[in-house]
């Protein structure tokens, strides 16, 4: 599991260029711990939607404030990131949050998919 949330970081950490998606605060690379300063964030949350956990879309990269002010702020967090996604990619979110591809309840594929996600944004 610690491998595969590796993988979905830094599948994240590509897609979205290295940085913040709110406030676009660039990820320094630390020497000692890597990206610690930026976090994977889920859209909706991996307690209640596990099998849209390792699922791309239901995830971005924010910083360590943004993300405090994430959860600190659920209602304002709901309609930015429905503006910020816009309503092609939320809609498409929504669809497998409600509807996960059965293929994310084995790990063997899921890292599969995460390895050709980080290929497909290198
Ligand atoms: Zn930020």
């Known amino acids: 599991m610690d ?3 590796a993988l979905l970081k830094v599948a ?3 897609r ?3 940085e913040c998606v709110r406030c ?3 990820v320094i690379q630390h ?3 890597p990206y610690d300063f930026h976090d994977v964030s889920h859209i909706f949350p991996k307690s209640i939607y596990p099998l849209a956990r390792f699922n791309l879309l239901n995830c971005k990269i924010l910083c360590r404030k943004c993300h405090e002010w ?3 702020n659920i209602q304002d967090a709901a309609r930015w990131i429905q503006e910020y996604l816009g309503p092609r990619r939320y809609s498409q979110l929504l669809a497998v949050v409600i509807n996960p591809d059965p293929f994310f309840r084995d790990f ?3 890292e599969a998919y995460l390895k050709h996600q980080i290929r497909m944004y290198s």
Do not use: A, E, F, N
Request: aromatic share 14%; proline share 10%; with cysteine.
């Open 16 to 18: 979205d260029r290295y």
């Open 3 to 5: 491998r595969l949330s």
């Open 12 to 14: 994240c950490l590509k």
């Open 70 to 72: 994430w959860h600190r």
């Open 31 to 33: 020497p000692i711990h």
């Open 24 to 26: 676009y605060k660039p």
């Open 108 to 110: 063997t594929k899921v």
